[in-house]
């Protein structure tokens, strides 16, 4: 059985993003951004290490806008462009019904997300991650998440999109991992108590 991760950069005020979609706030997601190098390292190893990543419409838009060509660009860094080939090489399922196809190492599902969640999770494989808070909450909801990564940043926005979704019922955790990066970002881990 896969163990299903939801991680994110979140600010300190629970959101994934601030209003209006802004990512600016986390040092960026995509190529051209300056986020800080030891997270961002740490990011990459983490997709590299992921057996499928599965993403809703949304963030399968922002990251595949640009990191399948980030390395072939003229100031891309060897981060970057490490990035770029272990995000082109992980395997990826995109959630949507809004979209008609996708590229790359990428399947699209149109129908029940919950539903398919829990078929790849009951697969043989490497760790999934899931992507996207409209996805997780869907996944959270049905008590599919094994582990959340929840990479905080030293920032209060206001609102926007959180990170956790509303649920039905208590879900408790195991913290399982802490770690401080430069700027004061925190990283927590916590593992679902079955």
Known sequence: MRKLIYGMNVTLDGYIAAPGDDLGWSGGDGPDSSPNDELFRWWSDRVDATGLALYGRKLWEE???SWPTADEQPDATPAVIEFARRWRAMPKVVFSSTIDEVEGNTRLVTGDAVAEIARLKAEDGGPMDICGATLAGA???SGLIDEYAIVTHPVLVGGGTPFF???DSWVNLDL?????FPGGVLLTRYETRR
Not at 176 to 180: K, N, P
């Open 63 to 65: 990251m595949s806008s």
């Open 165 to 167: 979704t509303t649920l």
């Open 176 to 180: 399982v991992e802490t770690r401080t």
């Open 139 to 141: 996944a959270m909801r």
